[in-house]
């Protein structure tokens, strides 16, 4: 399948900003079952973004507005072709090593509701029935509603509520997940939903789980799937927070306006 993407963040802030630095996190990388065709990260005035790879393998960019401002804006445009791997991600950098992704952190930290979800499945050897189960009861514990958490709510937090959307499926499934000793780790992308009939945002979020035998799975609680031929793999991390699109700080501005538009389109390869 080929996906092409265009991705356009912008602010507008309440008063002039000084200074502005932010760490964008939107840009694809091959592995068996994705290939980028074309991909670009500029600024409001089209100048392409100088690019470096973070401590977890993820091709990012750096955006920098040492000047008196009040909208800045990112824009990302590109073509990926995909292909359906059942979930398996294979061939992708890994410069951590697995066991690294057992590790809590704030959003993911669980409590006994979430340490109950995960040993409910205890007695299921095999551990690619016993995961997928597990994103099963994630899906049908954390109903899919938008505005009902925001980037801060923990795992915890969204399963007490029964209620979020496809970060807090993720990180539910990420904290009991290596309850049961799998390493797991948070992959922000996006999704074409042509082929879906659940809920589905163009830019999503799904879990990965390391399975023994298998290596690296994707698991999306919000849809109840692995990724297939519809999803597009940016950046993965421990949680929300090391694979958001978009990160930084700035000087100046009492509030500010954030707008964001995502078109995710299947188009026809050329001939």
């Known amino acids: 399948m080929r996906i092409r993407i265009r991705h356009e963040t912008r602010y507008r802030y309440d008063g002039p900003v000084d200074y502005a630095a932010q760490v964008v996190?939107?840009?694809?990388?091959?592995?068996?079952?994705?290939?980028v065709l074309s991909w670009r990260v500029a600024d409001g005035s089209g100048r392409m973004l100088s690019g470096f790879e973070d401590g977890y393998g993820n091709r990012s960019h750096l955006v920098?507005?040492?000047?008196?401002?009040?909208?800045s804006s990112i824009v990302v445009t590109g073509e990926v072709e995909t292909a359906d791997t059942s979930g398996v991600v294979a061939g992708a950098i890994d410069p951590l090593p697995s066991l690294y992704f057992l590790r809590r952190t704030e959003a993911t930290t669980p409590d006994a509701a979430i340490?109950?979800?995960?040993?409910?499945?205890?007695?299921?050897?095999?551990?690619?029935e016993r995961l997928h189960r597990l994103m099963l009861d994630v899906r049908?514990?954390?109903?899919?509603e938008i505005g009902s958490t925001s980037v801060a709510t923990s795992a915890a937090e969204a399963l007490a509520r029964g209620r979020g959307v496809c970060q807090?499926?993720?990180?539910?499934?990420i904290a009991s997940s290596r309850l049961l000793g799998f390493p797991a780790r948070y992959v922000s992308g996006y999704l074409w939903d042509g082929s879906l009939t659940g809920p589905a945002e163009a830019s999503h979020a799904w879990a990965e789980v390391r399975i023994p035998g298998l290596g690296w799975v994707g698991l999306d609680a919000a849809n109840g799937v692995s990724p297939t031929a519809s999803y597009v793999r940016i950046a993965t991390g421990l949680d929300y927070a090391d694979a958001a699109p978009v990160r930084g700080i700035r000087r100046g501005g009492a509030g500010e306006t954030l707008a964001v538009s995502v078109e995710v389109q299947q188009v026809q390869a050329q001939q």
């Open 115 to 128: 340490e109950a979800l995960a040993r409910a499945q205890e007695g299921v050897a095999d551990p690619v």
């Open 140 to 144: 049908a514990r954390v109903a899919y």
């Open 168 to 173: 807090d499926h993720a990180h539910v499934l």
């Open 64 to 71: 920098t507005l040492a000047r008196r401002h009040e909208e």
């Open 25 to 35: 996190r939107l840009t694809p990388r091959d592995h068996e079952g994705q290939r």
